[in-house]
């Protein structure tokens, strides 16, 4: 099997169509939930602790041209990024789960008897009155 064809069967796969979506659905989704930390969350816990801008929190070690500098507000603001997506992704699934368990817990209606059945039914019950 030539390699394009082999590619391409693999790409069209639907696993992987559905992976790609997913990705860029999270990507999309991951820049909301940055702009809900960045533009709404931040500024408001910076008010909450004396108008403090996290973006700016940095340690710088040594002088000169060879500082380092520790951007531990950027940090601050990526843990408070993943954190929330971690609560949407899990309540997500929370809700998934559920919605699958109560689908798997409602029992198959009973089939309905066949007419053999429906007539040694009705003998049974015959019997029984006699």
Same mark, same amino acid.
């Given at each position: 099997?030539?390699?394009?064809k082999?590619f391409?069967?693999?790409a069209?796969?639907?696993?992987?169509m559905?992976?790609a979506?997913?990705? =860029?659905?999270?990507?999309?989704?991951?820049?909301?939930?940055?702009?809900?930390?960045?533009?709404?969350l931040?500024?408001?816990?910076?008010?909450?602790t004396g108008?403090?801008d996290?973006?700016?929190?940095?340690l710088?070690?040594?002088?000169?041209e060879?500082?380092a500098?520790?951007?531990?507000?950027?940090?601050?603001q990526?843990v408070i990024d993943?954190?929330? =997506?971690?609560?949407? =992704?899990?309540?997500?699934?929370?809700?998934?789960?559920? =919605?699958t368990?109560?689908?798997?817990?409602?029992?198959?209606?009973?089939p309905e008897?066949?007419?053999?059945?429906?007539?040694?039914?009705?003998i049974r019950d015959?019997?029984?009155?006699?």
């Amino acid at each position: 099997m030539g390699f394009i064809k082999e590619f391409k069967e693999f790409a069209m796969k639907g696993n992987v169509m559905d992976m790609a979506v997913g990705v =860029i659905i999270g990507g999309a989704f991951g820049k909301i939930v940055s702009s809900l930390v960045d533009d709404v969350l931040m500024p408001a816990i910076g008010m909450l602790t004396g108008n403090v801008d996290f973006t700016g929190l940095a340690l710088k070690i040594g002088d000169g041209e060879g500082a380092a500098v520790l951007k531990y507000g950027t940090f601050i603001q990526n843990v408070i990024d993943f954190l929330i =997506i971690a609560l949407c =992704i899990f309540l997500m699934i929370k809700a998934i789960n559920k =919605i699958t368990k109560k689908k798997e817990e409602e029992p198959a209606p009973e089939p309905e008897p066949t007419n053999e059945e429906k007539l040694l039914g009705e003998i049974r019950d015959l019997l029984k009155n006699k």
